[in-house]
T-cell receptor, first 114, second 110 residues
Framework: DTAVSQTPKYLVTQMGNDKSIKCEQNLGHDTMYWYKQDSKKFLKIMFSYNNKELIINETVPNRFSPKSPDKAHLNLHINSLELGDSAVYFCASSQDLGRHYGYTFGSGTRLTVV | AQRVTQPEKLLSVFKGAPVELKCNYS??????LFWYVQYSRQRLQLLLRHISRESIKGFTADLNKGETSFHLKKPFAQEEDSAMYYC????????????FGAGTRLFVKA
């Protein structure tokens, strides 16, 4: 009974392609996030939605576009993929904006751009 | 500005030895501090949070506001503790962006 599930787990694609990663949480949390983990394991926030409203939008190329159809789903669409986009992308969710209870993470999507 | 610093990229200890993973933070307001663990090729999991003052898998962490530190400690390391550990700060007031440190890889040798 996975709390935060991401699909796909692995994604190998060519430069220039467009791809999407999906995330769903069944915890009833109000806030969802996308994080990028690079090859050095550094975690960087990309986006956050609270009740379907975008509340964090870090300096991320316009090729990345999040979409939250409802508060249980947060998808990430990436246009014109580049080699530097290769990373592990983690979805996460939280209640109370993560202030007291922290985040629940998905298992990650390993994106490889060739 | 919010900042979380984990000064060690890699920490290697022998099984049974004490371990301390350092975390220092910079934040002008009132923070909540967390430790997350990521085992090899797995998701990040919340290990412990300051507010609950709990001990999980033998790990504890004490918030030292004077030194602005939240070091993670375990008296006797086990091989299964080998993982990536992230310290994180969440503002209780004046913002809602959780900041993660760069992470420390703990390697426990047999």
């Amino acid at each position: 009974d996975t709390a935060v599930s991401q699909t796909p787990k692995y994604l190998v694609t060519q430069m220039g392609n467009d791809k999407s990663i999906k995330c769903e949480q069944n915890l009833g949390h109000d806030t969802m996030y996308w994080y990028k983990q690079d090859s050095k394991k550094f975690l960087k926030i990309m986006f956050s939605y609270n009740n379907k409203e975008l509340i964090i939008n870090e300096t991320v190329p316009n090729r990345f576009s999040p979409k939250s159809p409802d508060k249980a789903h947060l998808n990430l669409h990436i246009n014109s993929l580049e080699l530097g986009d290769s990373a592990v992308y983690f979805c996460a969710s939280s209640q109370d904006l993560g202030r007291h209870y922290g985040y629940t993470f998905g298992s990650g999507t390993r994106l490889t751009v060739v | 500005a919010q900042r979380v610093t984990q000064p060690e990229k890699l920490l290697s200890v022998f099984k049974g030895a004490p371990v301390e993973l350092k975390c220092n933070y910079s934040y002008s307001g009132s923070p909540e501090l967390f430790w997350y663990v990521q085992y090899s090729r797995q998701r990040l999991q919340l290990l412990l949070r300051h507010i609950s003052r709990e001990s999980i898998k033998g790990f504890t962490a004490d918030l030292n506001k004077g030194e602005t530190s939240f070091h993670l400690k375990k008296p006797f390391a086990q091989e299964e503790d080998s993982a990536m550990y992230y310290c994180a700060l969440s503002p209780l007031t004046g913002g809602f962006k959780t900041i993660f440190g760069a992470g420390t890889r703990l390697f426990v040798k047999a």
